[in-house]
């Protein structure tokens, strides 16, 4: 059985950061790309950013100053941190999957998706 879950949101003050896990299983982790995608209230989906197979990164513009994702192929997770935060950072957060690196937000371009986890920028 395929399991993407996400893990790590909730309460962050603002200019702080965020730590966030995405642990995966039921696939072969390593063939994998994974992204980071986020919907804020009342928004769409974004897309943040995702790191290739090989470990390569790419990042939203938007966000490239502030958002790092890393990748541990020996836990099956990988990990997005994002620095200096402020209240339009609140947003449930999603970790997907695709075998074909994608920087789209569309639900279609990826294979397994995880329930997401909230994050709330607040003092």
């Known amino acids: 059985e395929v399991q993407v879950v996400e893990s790590g949101g909730g309460l962050v003050q603002p200019g702080g950061s965020l730590r966030l896990s995405c642990a995966a299983s039921g696939f072969t982790f390593d063939d994998y790309a994974m992204s980071w995608v986020r919907q804020a209230p009342g928004k769409g989906l974004e897309w943040m950013g995702a790191?290739?197979?090989?470990?390569?990164?790419y990042y939203s513009p938007s966000l490239k100053s502030r958002i790092s994702i890393s990748r541990d192929t020996s836990k099956n997770q990988f990990t997005l941190q994002l620095r200096s935060v402020t209240p339009e950072d609140t947003a449930v957060y999603y970790c997907?999957?695709?075998?074909?690196?994608?920087?789209?937000?569309?639900?279609?371009?990826?294979?397994?998706w995880g329930q997401g986890t909230q994050v709330t920028v607040s003092s």
């Open positions: 790191i290739d197979y090989d470990g390569s990164t």
């Open positions: 997907a999957t695709s075998l074909i690196l994608t920087t789209t937000d569309n639900r279609d371009e990826y294979d397994y």
